[in-house]
């Protein structure tokens, strides 16, 4: 059984530092991009960050560009996001996605993303 486990949310205040894990296990994602997502209340879902296969490549979404990198460890089959400079709209809750299959470059959009993590809290405080 495939499943994607993030861990790291939590409570920080405006201008603070988060840095969240998504640990991968029922299988390898070495050969995937991996993506991360967040969710704030009364919002659709929407993209952060996602990275390619062997880490070479990252895109952002301009809202957290420069302020957030997203990294891999294809050893331990995890991706990881560090959020810097945090703002009180980062607020929501934060998912890390897989696709199936192989891509070059990694999709924006939810419905390239297959595997699906439960999701960590983040909350930041003005």
């Known amino acids: 059984q495939v499943q994607l486990v993030e861990s790291g949310g939590g409570l920080v205040q405006a201008g603070g530092s988060l840095r969240l894990s998504c640990a991968a296990s029922?299988?390898?994602?070495?050969?995937?991009?991996m993506g991360w997502f967040r969710q704030a209340p009364g919002k659709e879902r929407e993209f952060v960050a996602a990275?390619?296969?062997?880490?070479?490549?990252?895109y952002y979404a301009d809202s957290v560009k420069a302020r957030f990198t997203i990294s891999r460890d294809n050893a331990k089959n995890t991706v990881y996001l560090q959020m810097n400079s945090l703002k009180p709209e980062d607020t929501a809750v934060y998912y890390c996605?897989?696709?199936?299959?192989?891509?070059?470059?990694?999709?924006?959009?939810?419905?390239?993303?297959?595997?699906w993590g439960q999701g960590t809290q983040v909350t930041v405080s003005s």
């Open positions: 990275i390619n296969w062997s880490g070479s490549s990252t």
């Open positions: 029922g299988r390898t994602f070495s050969r995937n991009a």
């Open positions: 996605a897989a696709p199936d299959k192989f891509t070059l470059i990694p999709g924006r959009s939810n419905d390239e993303y297959d595997y």
